[in-house]
């Protein structure tokens, strides 16, 4: 793979127990841009989603076969530590999970587990993360109030903030505005658009519209094979797979 | 539209009768949690009543502090028992907090779900366990050990404290797993996806998470040591001197009552049940500290 390909996939296979979620998959994603995946519900895209974190090693019925690679590092080997991979591949979740701590815990949470202790550090650490993701000017005298407090929409920014803390160099975003109202999911869409100038975003969505309005390249899936990856105009407007085109055009299912 | 309304429209008399009905089972409700808190209230009652008037005529500051307790002259002074209780029922509240939370953790965060289902009802079968022989084991192993390895009588406050510890180790078990798996398990995703290890994410927020439920486990287990007498009788040695280590033997409230309730008559009696009274003041006392510190820190700004 080329220098540009942040992360990419070769003939990955999983497992759930005898459950063959994910087959043969090779995807390549580019960096600093969006790249959505779409498929129908239990198709995989969580899945291979939690591949590029890892995240699915706490199921201990999974099982995982072929490569994975950050920067071309093989994400298995043991120059890659599994709690490094987590640092630079972050994710952002379907429903809010803020801790229940203070705003300013929970941003300067993922910095303290790696080792950042000076206060006025953690402070600056917290303001440029919030201001990331226009949280700053809001909730600068509120930092110290439970992120429970918060709305759902702002809560999900948070999340985002706690990431970005940690200085990652890619988002997983799991359908992330599915929890959140049209208003709210047109403002996540603007940050992510920001944000893609900085991280490499993988995002998986159902929301067709919203893969055509945000990403670079997309992805569908079907039954555990990624059917076509290409560019996201191509593949909404032209695509290569017959099954992506009755998809797409919403004749399937 | 009819329907848009939402409920469907009963006539008057079937209005009537679901009211009616909604009356009777609230009402029996209100006598059943009325009945429940009157008796709560009789016997607080009960044992003001019966202490109350001998700790005013003794005064109450010289009851509480003095260390004279000669019941046949008259001279009543509890002053080393509440200090023994107290002991004891920190030392209980160290060694099995400590051990039931760290239990509690183990299970929850460190073993396959399958384990938890098999151990736990296994731990909360030793509450079943009574405290005559937790108190006939200590006797027997504990202060014989501690005597020889530590020196001292045995009897001691130590003794009590391991025993009281471990016999509320099933109680403080079972409410901070069920704690600790009420915690849901968004939180720990969104930590370990963070790159955070198991142990961080345990630590920063899967016990802060659940803090007030481990509280709660620590202040019914303390309940249960300063409410036990029986095993305390048998381990502490119950003499009548205020504590000066921990290998020193202790009397407890409890076991003032239950060692001279026997016998006890007259005011010796009445002196009895304002030992209770007290003993009732201060688990009052333990469990609003408790609350209101599990308050404030929920409250408190956590930036250190
Ligand atoms: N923990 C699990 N154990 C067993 N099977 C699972 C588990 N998680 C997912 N699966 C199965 O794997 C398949 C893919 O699931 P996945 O969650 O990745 O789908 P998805 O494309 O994200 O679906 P959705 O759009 O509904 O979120 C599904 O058939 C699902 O039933
Ligand atoms: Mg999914």
Known sequence: ?253 | MRASQGMPKRSPLGAWLDRKQDLFISSILLVVALSAISGLVVITAFIFKEGLPIMLQVGVGKFVSSSDWYPAEGHFGIFPMIMGSLAVTAGALVIGGVLGLGCAVVLTQFCPRWAVSILKPSIELLAGIPSVVYGFIGVVILVPMIRVHLGGPGLSVLASSIVLGIMMLPTVTSISVDALQAVPKAYRDGSIALGATHWQTTRMVILKASRSGLVAAMILGMGRAVGETMAVIMVAGNTLDVPDSILAPVRTLTSNIALEMGYAAGDHRKALFATGVVLFVIIMILNTIALTVSRRRSRRKSGA
Request: proline share 4%; glycine share 6%.
């Open chain 1, 1 to 253: 793979m080329t220098a540009q390909h942040k992360i990419h996939s070769k003939d990955l296979n999983l497992w759930y127990g005898d459950f063959h979620a994910l087959k043969d998959v090779s995807i390549a994603v580019r960096d600093r841009m969006i790249t959505a995946i779409i498929g129908p519900s239990g198709c995989g895209k969580s899945t291979l989603l939690r591949c590029f974190n890892r995240m699915n090693d706490l199921n201990a019925a999974v099982r995982v076969q072929g490569g994975l690679f950050l920067d071309g590092q093989d994400c298995y080997g043991a120059r890659l530590p599994l709690t490094q991979l987590r640092k630079r591949v972050g994710m952002v979740f379907q429903r809010p999970n803020p801790f229940p701590l203070s705003i300013f815990d929970n941003v300067a949470y993922g910095p303290r587990v790696h080792g950042v202790t000076g206060k006025d550090r953690l402070a600056e650490i917290v303001e440029q993360s919030l201001a990331s993701t226009a949280l700053w000017d809001v909730l600068k005298d509120r930092l110290w109030e439970p992120a429970l407090d918060l709305s759902a929409e702002q809560q999900q920014r948070l999340c985002i903030s706690r990431l970005v803390a940690v200085e990652p160099e890619v988002l997983l975003m799991d359908e992330p505005c599915s929890a959140l109202d049209p208003i709210a999911t047109e403002h996540i869409e603007e940050l992510m658009r920001t944000l893609a100038e900085k991280y490499t975003i993988i995002i998986v969505t159902h929301n067709m519209q919203q893969a055509a309005r945000i990403s670079k390249e997309t992805g569908f899936m079907l039954l555990g094979e990624l059917v076509e990856f290409g560019q996201t105009e191509q593949v909404f407007t032209n695509p290569r797979d017959k099954r992506t085109e009755d998809y797409v055009t919403g004749r399937y299912g």
